[in-house]
């Protein structure tokens, strides 16, 4: 078992939870209010609330839930995404129980878009043969989502939210069972949680690439400890590439996102010729799977030369586009791009993992008392591609699934397990350049480990990210910086070698040599 920490680290302090929840995005908070009020649970933040993968969901949640649906055609649609890769006890469970969860924050109140006769309003998505997508402000739906449970999880007496918390390493007894884990709060001191039960839910590992709609925060922190604590990791190669992220002339920390949605409402991809090269590519054209868009686009952009590609939704009125897309239109027009006359310029950007910390249909990982929900679980309900807004879905019924599993098992004792930090080395202090070494670690990715993929790319690739890694791992320091800077380099090093050790190409995963 390795850590993050060194035997320099002095703790401040020690507190106790019943069960810790590490991320404050849809996973953490809608497992948080699943959990029984008679255990305490803590909420972990890296940073605030607004700075999450989910509050910037835009496209929605997929259910069956309209009355020419139904969850074995969800069900159909999502293997045929996963490339044969799913797990298909996973999705049957995700497909079945997903409707009641869409009801459940209905009555939680989420401010679902309704349509005229004030049911819920219903679209479709890339992959989906049915529209099977609710959504809530247009084109807002993690934030409206987000908003509404976190004001319900700010009145649960049994929860305590701690932002700006940095989450280092878990902590596991003799027996191999969780006991606690080491934050480091915004004053810049230690503190020890003494645990039975911890949910990762962290999300994705978009920053160890250039172009990602992740945002800043999202540098693999979770898989990262988990892999140091000897959890299985699986399928931490298939990685989506969203194929319309907002072109742009400057690079930016998070890509904003052109949904998949405007495709759904008759979006159409166009060369700057005008021609629609998705046409005869596949039988649903721009609406096909997100990996046979994103290579497409590759494939057109090698062909003329060009670093973007468009999205054409000028079929559509300005109103219509107002109220369908209002962040999307807002966003467009500040950057003078008004959607009602002019194509928007795309390009693939890192969106989405598919792989993650392998857990069971109740998110429990293979090591006793830890949980994984979320982006950055592997439940093995998107196989080697999710199908659109499924990944939201994931959050919540797995989410609840794991409180379900944490209120069955949690064992209530006057006298809990003490967490203890083992005896751990020195490590050297070095003063490295962190910004040249994440700007390293991002541009192998984006340049080996990206749409497109080769063995003889991935294994340079490898190579030089392990270097990183090894000089990471034999020094130290406590700043938030550094531990960044660790995790992406774990986490890229582990998509690098499963991508390199998986020689066909399937999915999103695809190798240019086979």
């Known amino acids: 078992m390795q850590f993050a920490i060194d035997g320099t680290t002095k703790i401040d302090k020690a507190l106790r939870y019943d069960a810790v929840i590490i991320g404050a995005g849809l996973a953490g908070l809608y497992t948080a209010l699943n959990i029984d009020e008679r255990y305490s649970c803590l ?147 230690f503190c020890l949680i003494e645990t039975q039960k911890v949910v990762i839910a962290t999300g994705g590992i978009g920053q160890v690439y250039k172009s990602t709609t992740n945002p800043s925060v999202a540098t693999g922190d979770g898989i990262a400890a988990a892999m140091r604590a000897g959890a299985v990791i699986k399928n931490i190669e298939f990685i989506q590439f969203h194929p319309t992220g907002l072109w742009s ?25 005008g021609v629609r090269f998705m046409e005869g590519t596949h039988e649903l054209n721009e609406l096909a799977p997100r990996d046979i868009v994103a290579r497409a686009v590759i494939k057109e952009l090698q062909r003329t030369g060009d670093d973007h590609v468009f999205v054409d939704i000028t079929s559509k009125s300005e109103e219509f586009l107002k109220n369908r897309f209002p962040t999307i239109y807002e966003e467009c027009l500040r950057r003078g791009i008004n959607i009602a006359r002019d194509w928007i310029p795309v390009c693939p950007v890192q969106h989405y993992l598919m792989g993650g910390i392998e857990t069971d249909i109740d998110a429990r990982t293979n090591i006793d008392g830890l949980y994984a929900a979320g982006e950055a679980a592997y439940t093995g309900v998107h196989g080697a591609n999710r199908l659109a807004s499924n990944s939201m879905l994931e959050c919540l019924v797995f989410g609840r699934r794991a409180a379900e599993d944490i209120n069955r098992t949690l ?49 340079y690739a490898l190579g030089q990210v392990d270097d990183i890694l090894k000089q990471l791992m034999s020094t130290y320091d406590d700043s938030t910086v550094y531990l960044e800077t660790l995790n992406m380099a774990t986490v890229a090093s582990a998509i690098l070698k499963a991508a390199l050790d998986r020689t066909k190409s399937i999915g999103s995963h695809y190798r240019e040599d086979c």
């Open 411 to 459: 064992v209530e004792t006057k006298t809990p397990v003490k967490a203890t930090i083992p005896q751990l080395p020195e490590r050297l202090r070095m003063d490295f350049d962190y910004k040249a070494l994440r700007c390293r670690i991002k541009d192998l990715m984006s340049d080996y480990g990206y749409v497109t993929r080769t063995g003889k790319g991935l294994s």
């Open 249 to 273: 002339p400057i690079p930016e920390d998070r890509e904003f996102l052109i949904s998949e949605a405007v495709r759904g409402e008759g979006g159409l991809l166009k060369n700057k010729d």
């Open 43 to 189: 909420i972990l933040a890296k940073e605030k609330i607004e700075i999450s993968n989910s509050w910037f969901a835009q496209g929605g949640i997929a259910a069956a839930i309209s009355q020419d649906d139904a969850p074995i055609f969800h069900l159909e649609d999502t293997l045929i995404a996963g490339a044969g890769l799913c797990d298909k006890d996973a999705v049957g469970i995700l497909v079945d129980e997903g409707p009641h969860d869409i009801n459940r924050l209905f009555s939680l109140r989420v401010p679902f878009d309704l349509n005229e006769f004030g049911g819920l309003q219903i679209t479709r998505e890339g992959g989906h043969r049915k529209n099977r997508i609710v959504h809530a402000g247009g084109d807002a739906t993690g934030r409206e989502t987000v908003k509404a449970l976190a004001h319900i999880v700010a009145q649960r007496r049994n929860i305590t939210f701690s932002e700006n918390t940095c989450f280092y390493d878990i902590l596991k007894d003799d027996s191999g069972s969780v006991s606690g884990l080491i934050v480091r709060k915004d004053d810049n001191k």
